[in-house]
Protein backbone atom coordinates (compact mmCIF):
# COMPACT_ATOMS: atom_id res chain seq x y z
CA UNK A 1 0.00 0.00 0.00
CA UNK A 2 1.08 3.33 -0.75
CA UNK A 3 1.70 5.98 1.80
CA UNK A 4 2.07 8.82 -0.24
CA UNK A 5 -0.44 11.28 1.25
CA UNK A 6 0.66 14.41 0.01
CA UNK A 7 -0.80 13.49 -3.60
CA UNK A 8 -4.29 13.05 -2.34
CA UNK A 9 -4.82 16.31 0.48
CA UNK A 10 -7.64 18.41 -1.51
CA UNK A 11 -6.86 21.33 -0.93
CA UNK A 12 -8.59 25.46 -1.44
CA UNK A 13 -5.52 27.27 -3.26
CA UNK A 14 -5.29 31.13 -4.19
CA UNK A 15 -3.44 31.59 -7.34
CA UNK A 16 -2.16 35.49 -7.70
CA UNK A 17 -1.04 36.52 -10.75
CA UNK A 18 -1.13 39.56 -12.94
CA UNK A 19 -0.39 37.38 -16.06
CA UNK A 20 -3.76 36.43 -15.89
CA UNK A 21 -2.73 33.08 -18.57
CA UNK A 22 -0.24 31.63 -16.18
CA UNK A 23 -2.49 31.90 -13.00
CA UNK A 24 -4.93 29.41 -14.89
CA UNK A 25 -2.30 27.44 -16.17
CA UNK A 26 -0.87 26.66 -12.95
CA UNK A 27 -4.71 26.67 -11.29
CA UNK A 28 -5.40 23.88 -14.28
CA UNK A 29 -2.26 21.62 -12.96
CA UNK A 30 -3.42 21.90 -9.38
CA UNK A 31 -7.45 21.03 -10.42
CA UNK A 32 -5.84 17.65 -11.62
CA UNK A 33 -4.05 17.17 -8.74
CA UNK A 34 -7.20 17.36 -7.27
CA UNK A 35 -7.41 20.99 -5.68
CA UNK A 36 -9.87 23.24 -5.83
CA UNK A 37 -8.34 26.79 -7.05
CA UNK A 38 -9.15 30.60 -7.23
CA UNK A 39 -7.31 32.80 -9.63
CA UNK A 40 -7.05 36.67 -9.07
CA UNK A 41 -5.00 39.13 -10.54
CA UNK A 42 -4.22 41.45 -8.60
CA UNK A 43 -3.57 42.30 -4.34
CA UNK A 44 -6.85 43.58 -3.86
CA UNK A 45 -9.01 40.82 -5.19
CA UNK A 46 -6.10 38.62 -3.25
CA UNK A 47 -7.17 40.10 -0.04
CA UNK A 48 -10.62 40.23 -0.83
CA UNK A 49 -10.68 36.85 -1.12
CA UNK A 50 -8.48 35.32 1.64
CA UNK A 51 -10.62 37.57 4.07
CA UNK A 52 -13.89 36.16 2.82
CA UNK A 53 -12.34 32.46 2.86
CA UNK A 54 -8.84 31.85 4.52
CA UNK A 55 -6.90 29.43 1.43
CA UNK A 56 -5.06 26.36 2.65
CA UNK A 57 -2.63 27.86 0.26
CA UNK A 58 -1.82 30.85 -1.56
CA UNK A 59 0.59 30.64 -5.02
CA UNK A 60 2.02 34.86 -5.55
CA UNK A 61 4.29 36.10 -7.57
CA UNK A 62 6.20 38.21 -5.98
CA UNK A 63 6.22 41.19 -7.74
CA UNK A 64 2.59 42.11 -9.38
CA UNK A 65 1.84 44.92 -11.96
CA UNK A 66 5.29 46.07 -11.57
CA UNK A 67 7.66 47.19 -9.27
CA UNK A 68 4.40 49.50 -7.11
CA UNK A 69 2.06 48.73 -5.16
CA UNK A 70 1.36 45.24 -3.02
CA UNK A 71 3.92 42.57 -3.32
CA UNK A 72 3.39 39.01 -2.57
CA UNK A 73 4.94 39.65 1.19
CA UNK A 74 1.72 42.08 1.62
CA UNK A 75 -0.57 39.19 0.77
CA UNK A 76 1.36 36.51 3.03
CA UNK A 77 0.74 38.65 5.93
CA UNK A 78 -2.55 39.15 4.80
CA UNK A 79 -3.08 35.47 4.40
CA UNK A 80 -1.36 34.67 7.87
CA UNK A 81 -3.37 37.38 9.86
CA UNK A 82 -6.54 35.56 7.97
CA UNK A 83 -5.50 31.62 9.50
CA UNK A 84 -1.92 31.30 10.24
CA UNK A 85 -2.28 27.70 9.22
CA UNK A 86 -2.05 28.73 5.56
CA UNK A 87 0.89 28.38 3.77
CA UNK A 88 2.36 30.47 1.31
CA UNK A 89 4.50 30.06 -1.84
CA UNK A 90 6.36 32.71 -3.75
CA UNK A 91 6.85 33.15 -7.24
CA UNK A 92 10.07 35.11 -8.17
CA UNK A 93 11.79 36.24 -11.54
CA UNK A 94 14.92 35.03 -11.52
CA UNK A 95 17.46 37.36 -9.84
CA UNK A 96 15.06 37.87 -7.27
CA UNK A 97 15.83 34.48 -5.24
CA UNK A 98 17.56 36.35 -2.05
CA UNK A 99 14.13 38.05 -1.46
CA UNK A 100 11.93 34.93 -1.55
CA UNK A 101 14.88 33.37 0.33
CA UNK A 102 14.67 35.69 2.97
CA UNK A 103 10.89 35.56 3.58
CA UNK A 104 11.22 31.81 4.14
CA UNK A 105 13.10 32.81 7.16
CA UNK A 106 10.96 35.48 8.39
CA UNK A 107 8.84 34.94 11.73
CA UNK A 108 5.22 33.47 12.00
CA UNK A 109 3.58 36.61 10.12
CA UNK A 110 5.83 36.82 6.96
CA UNK A 111 7.32 33.41 6.46
CA UNK A 112 6.71 31.80 3.26
CA UNK A 113 6.12 27.95 3.00
CA UNK A 114 8.66 27.77 -0.18
CA UNK A 115 9.57 29.61 -3.63
CA UNK A 116 9.84 29.16 -7.24
CA UNK A 117 11.36 30.78 -9.64
CA UNK A 118 9.95 31.95 -13.29
CA UNK A 119 9.76 30.07 -15.61
CA UNK A 120 7.65 27.48 -13.19
CA UNK A 121 7.12 23.80 -13.76
CA UNK A 122 3.78 22.79 -13.40
CA UNK A 123 5.59 19.29 -11.84
CA UNK A 124 6.96 21.67 -9.18
CA UNK A 125 3.78 23.45 -8.53
CA UNK A 126 2.11 20.28 -7.91
CA UNK A 127 4.61 18.83 -5.49
CA UNK A 128 5.25 21.87 -3.02
CA UNK A 129 1.55 23.07 -3.32
CA UNK A 130 0.80 18.77 -2.54
CA UNK A 131 3.11 19.35 0.71
CA UNK A 132 1.99 23.06 1.49
CA UNK A 133 -1.22 21.78 1.67
CA UNK A 134 -0.54 18.74 4.02
CA UNK A 135 0.89 21.13 6.07
CA UNK A 136 -2.07 23.30 6.18
CA UNK A 137 -4.58 21.12 6.77
CA UNK A 138 -2.86 19.42 9.42
CA UNK A 139 -2.10 22.60 11.51
CA UNK A 140 -5.51 23.17 10.79
CA UNK A 141 -6.96 20.54 12.02
CA UNK A 142 -4.60 20.08 15.03
CA UNK A 143 -5.95 23.38 16.00
CA UNK A 144 -9.24 22.00 15.54
CA UNK A 145 -8.55 19.43 17.98
CA UNK A 146 -6.89 21.58 20.33
CA UNK A 147 -10.06 23.56 20.64
CA UNK A 148 -11.86 20.35 21.07
CA UNK A 149 -9.47 19.36 23.39
CA UNK A 150 -9.42 22.64 25.78
CA UNK A 151 -13.41 22.10 25.37
CA UNK A 152 -13.60 18.23 26.31
CA UNK A 153 -13.81 16.99 30.31
CA UNK A 154 -10.52 16.89 31.73
CA UNK A 155 -10.11 14.95 35.23
CA UNK A 156 -6.70 14.73 36.61
CA UNK A 157 -4.83 13.61 33.01
CA UNK A 158 -8.15 12.19 32.15
CA UNK A 159 -9.52 13.50 28.34
CA UNK A 160 -13.00 12.12 27.99
CA UNK A 161 -14.84 13.78 24.72
CA UNK A 162 -17.20 10.78 24.82
CA UNK A 163 -20.43 10.92 26.69
CA UNK A 164 -19.92 7.02 28.02
CA UNK A 165 -16.84 8.40 29.55
CA UNK A 166 -17.89 11.41 30.81
CA UNK A 167 -20.61 9.64 32.93
CA UNK A 168 -17.32 7.58 34.01
CA UNK A 169 -15.58 10.72 35.19
CA UNK A 170 -19.08 11.64 37.43
CA UNK A 171 -18.93 8.89 39.07
CA UNK A 172 -15.17 9.57 40.18
CA UNK A 173 -16.09 13.17 41.14
CA UNK A 174 -19.18 11.76 43.19
CA UNK A 175 -17.37 9.13 44.61
CA UNK A 176 -13.95 10.61 45.28
CA UNK A 177 -14.66 12.37 48.86
CA UNK A 178 -16.54 9.26 50.13
CA UNK A 179 -15.04 6.75 51.71
CA UNK A 180 -16.65 3.65 49.91
CA UNK A 181 -15.20 0.86 48.16
CA UNK A 182 -14.95 1.08 44.71
CA UNK A 183 -14.60 -1.68 42.31
CA UNK A 184 -12.91 -0.31 38.64
CA UNK A 185 -14.13 -2.61 35.92
CA UNK A 186 -12.46 -2.59 32.28
CA UNK A 187 -9.99 -4.21 30.04
CA UNK A 188 -6.47 -3.79 30.07
CA UNK A 189 -4.85 -0.76 29.05
CA UNK A 190 -8.34 1.09 29.83
CA UNK A 191 -6.85 3.44 32.43
CA UNK A 192 -7.92 1.13 35.83
CA UNK A 193 -5.11 2.83 37.63
CA UNK A 194 -5.52 6.47 36.25
CA UNK A 195 -9.11 6.63 37.51
CA UNK A 196 -7.88 5.00 40.95
CA UNK A 197 -5.49 7.32 41.13
CA UNK A 198 -7.89 10.20 40.34
CA UNK A 199 -10.42 9.37 43.12
CA UNK A 200 -7.78 9.01 45.76
CA UNK A 201 -6.25 13.13 44.33
CA UNK A 202 -9.96 14.46 44.84
CA UNK A 203 -10.42 12.70 48.13
CA UNK A 204 -9.56 14.02 51.75
CA UNK A 205 -7.47 11.28 51.85
CA UNK A 206 -5.21 12.97 49.42
CA UNK A 207 -2.28 14.31 51.76
CA UNK A 208 -1.95 10.64 53.21
CA UNK A 209 -0.18 7.26 51.24
CA UNK A 210 -1.37 5.97 48.02
CA UNK A 211 -0.05 2.19 47.46
CA UNK A 212 -0.56 0.06 44.62
CA UNK A 213 -0.10 -3.91 44.43
CA UNK A 214 -0.56 -6.13 41.21
CA UNK A 215 -1.90 -9.31 42.56
CA UNK A 216 -1.53 -11.04 39.51
CA UNK A 217 1.94 -10.42 39.49
CA UNK A 218 2.96 -12.43 42.56
CA UNK A 219 2.38 -16.04 44.68
CA UNK A 220 0.38 -16.35 47.39
CA UNK A 221 2.79 -15.99 50.41
CA UNK A 222 4.73 -12.80 48.54
CA UNK A 223 1.07 -11.45 48.24
CA UNK A 224 0.26 -12.18 51.79
CA UNK A 225 3.27 -10.47 53.13
CA UNK A 226 3.18 -7.63 50.96
CA UNK A 227 -0.68 -6.67 51.91
CA UNK A 228 -0.10 -7.38 56.07
CA UNK A 229 3.63 -6.95 56.37
CA UNK A 230 5.77 -9.71 58.42
CA UNK A 231 7.73 -9.87 61.62
CA UNK A 232 11.24 -10.75 61.77
CA UNK A 233 12.27 -14.43 61.38
CA UNK A 234 8.15 -15.09 60.22
CA UNK A 235 9.61 -17.04 57.19
CA UNK A 236 13.71 -17.55 55.88
CA UNK A 237 15.06 -14.15 54.59
CA UNK A 238 12.40 -12.08 57.06
CA UNK A 239 15.44 -10.77 59.09
CA UNK A 240 13.73 -7.69 60.05
CA UNK A 241 10.19 -6.48 60.60
CA UNK A 242 8.26 -4.89 57.94
CA UNK A 243 4.97 -3.09 57.91
CA UNK A 244 2.01 -4.48 54.70
CA UNK A 245 0.53 -2.11 52.38
CA UNK A 246 -2.33 -1.95 54.23
CA UNK A 247 -0.91 -0.53 57.58
CA UNK A 248 1.92 1.63 55.64
CA UNK A 249 -1.06 3.55 53.91
CA UNK A 250 -2.88 4.25 57.14
CA UNK A 251 -5.46 6.96 56.71
CA UNK A 252 -4.56 6.83 52.75
CA UNK A 253 -5.51 4.56 49.71
CA UNK A 254 -4.68 1.15 48.69
CA UNK A 255 -5.09 0.27 44.98
CA UNK A 256 -5.72 -3.76 44.42
CA UNK A 257 -5.16 -4.45 40.67
CA UNK A 258 -6.34 -7.79 39.23
CA UNK A 259 -8.13 -8.37 42.28
CA UNK A 260 -9.49 -11.11 40.34
CA UNK A 261 -6.32 -12.99 40.56
CA UNK A 262 -6.53 -13.24 44.38
CA UNK A 263 -6.11 -16.70 45.47
CA UNK A 264 -8.76 -17.69 47.54
CA UNK A 265 -7.33 -18.34 50.82
CA UNK A 266 -5.81 -14.35 50.17
CA UNK A 267 -9.28 -13.19 49.39
CA UNK A 268 -10.58 -15.00 52.71
CA UNK A 269 -7.96 -12.83 54.41
CA UNK A 270 -8.55 -9.84 52.62
CA UNK A 271 -12.14 -10.07 53.62
CA UNK A 272 -11.27 -10.44 57.49
CA UNK A 273 -9.38 -7.22 57.28
CA UNK A 274 -11.83 -5.05 55.16
CA UNK A 275 -14.72 -5.61 57.40
CA UNK A 276 -12.70 -5.74 60.86
CA UNK A 277 -10.32 -3.04 60.02
CA UNK A 278 -7.45 -4.98 61.34
CA UNK A 279 -4.17 -6.80 59.74
CA UNK A 280 -2.12 -9.47 60.99
CA UNK A 281 1.42 -9.40 60.14
CA UNK A 282 2.63 -12.80 58.94
CA UNK A 283 4.09 -14.67 62.29
CA UNK A 284 2.49 -12.18 64.33
CA UNK A 285 -0.35 -12.95 66.75
CA UNK A 286 -1.21 -9.26 67.89
CA UNK A 287 -3.34 -7.67 65.08
CA UNK A 288 -2.83 -3.61 63.96
CA UNK A 289 -5.25 -1.14 63.51
CA UNK A 290 -5.26 0.48 60.11
CA UNK A 291 -7.45 2.68 58.25
CA UNK A 292 -7.61 2.64 54.66
CA UNK A 293 -9.71 2.87 51.69
CA UNK A 294 -9.49 0.29 49.03
CA UNK A 295 -9.83 0.91 45.42
CA UNK A 296 -10.21 -3.10 43.63
CA UNK A 297 -9.20 -3.40 39.72
CA UNK A 298 -10.02 -6.40 37.50
CA UNK A 299 -10.29 -7.16 33.67
CA UNK A 300 -11.91 -10.25 34.90
CA UNK A 301 -15.57 -10.93 35.08
CA UNK A 302 -15.47 -11.72 38.68
CA UNK A 303 -19.10 -12.49 38.35
CA UNK A 304 -18.05 -15.90 36.05
CA UNK A 305 -15.54 -16.49 38.75
CA UNK A 306 -18.29 -16.84 41.25
CA UNK A 307 -19.76 -19.14 39.23
CA UNK A 308 -16.82 -21.18 38.82
CA UNK A 309 -15.98 -21.03 42.75
CA UNK A 310 -12.42 -18.68 41.78
CA UNK A 311 -13.34 -15.71 43.73
CA UNK A 312 -16.05 -15.24 47.13
CA UNK A 313 -19.16 -13.92 46.48
CA UNK A 314 -19.26 -11.97 49.64
CA UNK A 315 -16.01 -10.14 49.25
CA UNK A 316 -17.05 -9.07 45.74
CA UNK A 317 -20.06 -7.37 47.11
CA UNK A 318 -17.64 -5.95 49.90
CA UNK A 319 -15.43 -4.46 47.26
CA UNK A 320 -18.52 -3.58 44.82
CA UNK A 321 -19.99 -1.13 46.94
CA UNK A 322 -19.71 0.80 43.85
CA UNK A 323 -18.37 0.03 40.59
CA UNK A 324 -17.00 2.17 37.76
CA UNK A 325 -16.37 0.20 33.79
CA UNK A 326 -14.62 2.28 32.02
CA UNK A 327 -15.34 1.42 28.24
CA UNK A 328 -12.79 0.27 25.54
CA UNK A 329 -11.36 2.70 23.30
CA UNK A 330 -13.49 1.02 20.73
CA UNK A 331 -16.88 2.06 22.17
CA UNK A 332 -15.27 5.91 22.68
CA UNK A 333 -13.37 6.50 19.20
CA UNK A 334 -14.89 9.81 18.94
CA UNK A 335 -12.42 10.41 21.96
CA UNK A 336 -9.17 8.72 19.68
CA UNK A 337 -8.81 12.08 17.81
CA UNK A 338 -8.54 14.37 21.24
CA UNK A 339 -6.64 11.37 22.70
CA UNK A 340 -4.24 11.63 19.40
CA UNK A 341 -3.34 15.36 20.23
CA UNK A 342 -2.74 15.06 23.71
CA UNK A 343 -0.60 12.51 23.37
CA UNK A 344 1.50 14.66 20.93
CA UNK A 345 1.32 17.09 23.62
CA UNK A 346 2.73 15.03 26.26
CA UNK A 347 5.33 13.42 24.14
CA UNK A 348 6.78 17.00 22.18
CA UNK A 349 7.57 17.85 26.54
CA UNK A 350 8.68 14.34 27.44
CA UNK A 351 10.66 14.06 24.26
CA UNK A 352 11.56 17.42 23.71
CA UNK A 353 10.05 17.15 20.23
CA UNK A 354 8.11 20.40 18.32
CA UNK A 355 5.33 17.96 16.47
CA UNK A 356 2.61 20.35 15.45
CA UNK A 357 0.10 17.94 14.22
CA UNK A 358 -1.35 14.87 12.68
CA UNK A 359 -2.63 14.45 9.28
CA UNK A 360 -6.23 13.84 8.68
CA UNK A 361 -5.98 10.77 7.18
CA UNK A 362 -3.53 9.26 9.53
CA UNK A 363 -5.98 10.29 12.04
CA UNK A 364 -8.94 8.12 10.23
CA UNK A 365 -6.51 5.02 10.13
CA UNK A 366 -5.78 5.25 13.54
CA UNK A 367 -9.43 5.74 14.78
CA UNK A 368 -10.74 2.32 12.43
CA UNK A 369 -7.93 0.33 14.78
CA UNK A 370 -9.60 -2.31 17.13
CA UNK A 371 -7.33 -1.32 19.74
CA UNK A 372 -7.00 -3.92 21.80
CA UNK A 373 -4.67 -2.36 24.38
CA UNK A 374 -6.82 0.47 24.72
CA UNK A 375 -5.52 4.07 25.37
CA UNK A 376 -2.33 2.37 26.69
CA UNK A 377 -1.43 1.14 22.87
CA UNK A 378 -2.84 4.37 21.31
CA UNK A 379 -0.48 6.33 23.70
CA UNK A 380 2.99 3.69 22.80
CA UNK A 381 1.97 4.29 19.09
CA UNK A 382 1.50 8.07 19.17
CA UNK A 383 5.08 8.47 20.86
CA UNK A 384 6.96 5.83 18.71
CA UNK A 385 5.13 8.20 15.49
CA UNK A 386 6.30 11.63 17.33
CA UNK A 387 9.69 10.18 17.96
CA UNK A 388 10.84 9.20 15.01
CA UNK A 389 8.78 11.17 12.43
CA UNK A 390 11.04 13.15 10.36
CA UNK A 391 8.85 16.29 9.85
CA UNK A 392 6.62 18.22 11.87
CA UNK A 393 4.16 16.57 10.68
CA UNK A 394 2.81 12.84 11.67
CA UNK A 395 2.15 11.31 8.17
CA UNK A 396 0.51 8.22 7.13
CA UNK A 397 4.26 7.24 6.70
CA UNK A 398 4.59 7.47 10.12
CA UNK A 399 1.82 5.04 11.13
CA UNK A 400 3.24 1.86 12.32
CA UNK A 401 3.67 -0.90 9.41
CA UNK A 402 1.13 -3.27 10.86
CA UNK A 403 -1.54 -0.59 11.26
CA UNK A 404 -1.05 0.64 7.59
CA UNK A 405 -1.03 -3.23 6.46
CA UNK A 406 -4.26 -3.70 9.02
CA UNK A 407 -7.28 -5.31 7.03
CA UNK A 408 -9.48 -5.31 10.09
CA UNK A 409 -12.62 -3.15 9.23
CA UNK A 410 -14.71 -1.92 12.56
CA UNK A 411 -18.22 -2.98 12.47
CA UNK A 412 -20.28 -0.79 10.44
CA UNK A 413 -22.55 0.92 13.34
CA UNK A 414 -24.50 3.90 13.51
CA UNK A 415 -22.05 5.37 15.63
CA UNK A 416 -19.13 4.48 12.70
CA UNK A 417 -21.17 6.13 10.02
CA UNK A 418 -21.32 9.35 11.84
CA UNK A 419 -18.32 11.63 11.07
CA UNK A 420 -17.44 9.68 7.94
CA UNK A 421 -17.05 10.95 4.52
CA UNK A 422 -18.96 8.90 2.56
CA UNK A 423 -15.64 7.74 0.44
CA UNK A 424 -15.18 6.14 3.78
CA UNK A 425 -17.75 4.45 3.77
CA UNK A 426 -17.78 3.17 0.35
CA UNK A 427 -14.43 1.79 1.27
CA UNK A 428 -15.80 -0.12 4.14
CA UNK A 429 -18.69 -1.55 2.16
CA UNK A 430 -16.00 -2.64 -0.67
CA UNK A 431 -13.59 -4.09 2.07
CA UNK A 432 -16.13 -6.32 4.08
CA UNK A 433 -18.20 -7.53 1.17
CA UNK A 434 -14.97 -8.82 -0.14
CA UNK A 435 -14.25 -10.59 3.17
CA UNK A 436 -17.78 -12.06 2.97
CA UNK A 437 -17.09 -13.66 -0.58
CA UNK A 438 -13.30 -14.50 0.38
CA UNK A 439 -12.06 -12.07 -2.44
CA UNK A 440 -14.08 -12.86 -5.17
CA UNK A 441 -14.46 -9.21 -6.95
CA UNK A 442 -17.10 -10.54 -9.36
CA UNK A 443 -19.45 -12.27 -6.23
CA UNK A 444 -18.84 -8.71 -4.46
CA UNK A 445 -19.44 -6.05 -6.95
CA UNK A 446 -23.05 -7.88 -7.68
CA UNK A 447 -23.85 -8.37 -3.77
CA UNK A 448 -22.42 -3.96 -3.99
CA UNK A 449 -24.89 -3.44 -6.80
CA UNK A 450 -21.32 -2.04 -9.17
CA UNK A 451 -20.18 -3.11 -12.54
CA UNK A 452 -17.08 -5.38 -12.32
CA UNK A 453 -15.20 -2.85 -13.82
CA UNK A 454 -16.48 0.13 -11.36
CA UNK A 455 -15.45 -2.39 -8.66
CA UNK A 456 -12.07 -2.95 -9.81
CA UNK A 457 -11.83 1.40 -10.57
CA UNK A 458 -12.54 1.59 -6.53
CA UNK A 459 -10.07 -1.17 -5.94
CA UNK A 460 -7.29 1.14 -7.54
CA UNK A 461 -8.36 4.28 -6.33
CA UNK A 462 -8.85 3.38 -2.71
CA UNK A 463 -5.79 1.28 -2.68
CA UNK A 464 -7.68 -1.88 -1.74
CA UNK A 465 -5.39 -5.00 -2.28
Same mark, same amino acid.
Given at each position: ????????????????????????????????????????????????????????????????????????????????????????????????????????????????????????????????????????????????????????????????????????????????????????????????????????????????????????????????????????????????????? $? *?? /? &????? !???????? @?? #????????????????????????????????????????????????????????????????????????????????????????????????????????????????????????????????? $? *?? /? &????? !???????? @?? #?????????????????????????????????????????????????????
Amino acid at each position: MSTDTTSRQTAFVLVVEDEEAHGEAIAEGLRRAGHACHVVSNAADAIESIRNRPPDVVVTDYRLAGDEGPTGLDILREAKKAGPESEVILITAYGSEQLAREALGGDGQTRAFDYLTKPVDLEDVREIVSRAAAKAIANREAKRLSERLKGAVHFDGIVAGATVMQRVLRIVRQIAPTKITALILGETGTGKELIARAIHANSPRRSKPYKVINCAGLNENLLESELFGHVRGAFTGAISERKGL $L *EA /A &DGGTV !FLDEVGDM @PL #TMQAKLLRALESGEVLPVGCNETRHTDVRVIAATHRDLRELIKESKFREDLYYRLNQVSVRIPPLRERREDIPLLIQHFIQLGNAEHAREIQGIAPEAVRLLVNQRWDGNVRQLRQVIAQMLVLAPGPI $L *EM /A &DVPEE !FRQSTEII @PV #TSGFLAGHTLQELEKVAIQQTLKLTAGNREKAAKLLGIGARTLYRKLKEYEIE
